[in-house]
């Protein structure tokens, strides 16, 4: 194989198009993967836009990957051809900072993104460092595997690191593509779990998942309770009025955000104080994470809701993603 077919972004803010280029060659820590799937996330919107500066073109978005495995280098154990693995927004890391030794490799400073340093799943094949090519459960459908590697584990890992255990009370604000699945995980590893949404219609959505109530965000950005919870997770990019969940924490309670509103946001430390509350953000999850979210998924039925494209109708599905249309999650059948 000397030549692969992509589908890539020639400029800034530009409709994919089809692109060829040289073959992947691998170094013996990688993998070449043949792809059969692959997400879309806002990220891939964000790199085609180069909203954060890092984007080089032609830029191949796609980084919730799944296929197999075609050609390990000669370093690579655990893996081997035929192996159906999955990828995230995470190709590499240094190996040697106190984060990777920790098993942090997603807080590493010297990480890799596929889609930043590479090309993205929107391809034939790809070409990743073996130890984030994740072995796909054999309950996981390949077309569902792939929002899990990216939007799962970004939320499965954020209450995870906010203390979630079982028997606690956990709020999700937002029922999109990553609210969808905090819900399944918090309940179905064993928490009573409250959705704060704007929408009406999403309560009864949001009971099919495992949520126990629904509550109303008010137009002040107030959530509309007066109980206590011992985690509240973002995941909605927009400013509510913070002081106000916080104050629906209970002792030692965790404010967590994967969704990122923009500018700033004033809290009132007081607010912490009291009651030894917290607040963090959290991105994606370590490999040791992502093989402990794929195995939960798998052996407690959680499931992205997902809407498929062919590869020929792609900048069709990102512009749906564009315009908020998707329920929940968009995935492109690569081959």
């Not at 978005?61 to 370093?75: M, Y």
């Not at 030692?252 to 953000?281: H, N, Q, S, Y």
Request: with cysteine; proline share 4%; net charge negative.
């Amino acid at each position: 194989m000397e030549r692969t077919q992509s589908m890539a972004a020639m400029e800034q803010g530009a409709d994919l198009q089809p692109w060829t280029r040289e073959a992947p060659a691998i170094r013996s820590h990688e993998c070449l993967i043949k792809v059969r799937s692959c997400g879309i996330c806002h990220s891939d919107i964000h790199m085609i836009d180069n909203d954060w500066g890092t984007s080089r073109y032609p830029l191949v978005p796609g980084h919730e990957v799944v296929g197999e495995v075609v050609e390990c280098g000669d370093a690579v154990r655990g893996l081997r051809p035929g192996t159906r693995v999955g990828i995230g927004w995470q190709s590499s890391s240094c190996g040697t900072c106190m984060d990777c030794l920790r098993g942090d490799e997603n807080l590493c400073d010297r990480s890799e993104g596929l889609i930043v340093q590479g090309y993205g799943g929107f391809s034939a094949h790809v070409v990743v460092d073996a130890r984030f090519a994740f072995p796909i459960p054999d309950g996981i459908e390949t077309d569902e595997a792939g929002p899990l590697l990216c939007g799962g584990a970004t939320v499965y890992s954020a209450l995870r690191y906010a203390g979630m255990r079982g028997g606690q009370e956990i709020g999700v604000i937002g029922i999109g593509g990553l609210g969808h699945m905090a819900v399944q995980f918090a309940a179905r590893l064993g928490n009573r779990v409250t959705v704060f949404t704007s929408s009406p219609d999403k309560a009864e959505f949001a009971a099919t998942l495992g949520a126990v109530d629904a509550v109303m965000v008010g137009e002040d950005g107030r959530p509309q309770t007066k109980r206590r919870f011992d985690i509240i997770l973002n995941t909605a990019p927009r400013h509510l009025a913070w002081n106000s969940w916080l104050n629906r924490l209970d002792s030692d309670g965790t404010l967590t955000f994967v969704g990122i509103p923009g500018g700033a946001a004033e809290i009132e430390l007081g607010v912490l104080l009291g009651k030894r509350r917290r607040i963090m953000a959290s991105a994606i999850g370590s490999p040791a994470v992502i093989t402990e979210m794929l195995s939960i998924a798998d052996r407690f039925g959680v499931r992205p809701m997902i809407e498929t494209f062919p590869l020929e109708e792609v900048n069709r599905a990102l512009q749906r993603v564009r315009d908020n249309t998707v329920r929940y999650r968009a995935v492109v059948k690569v081959a």
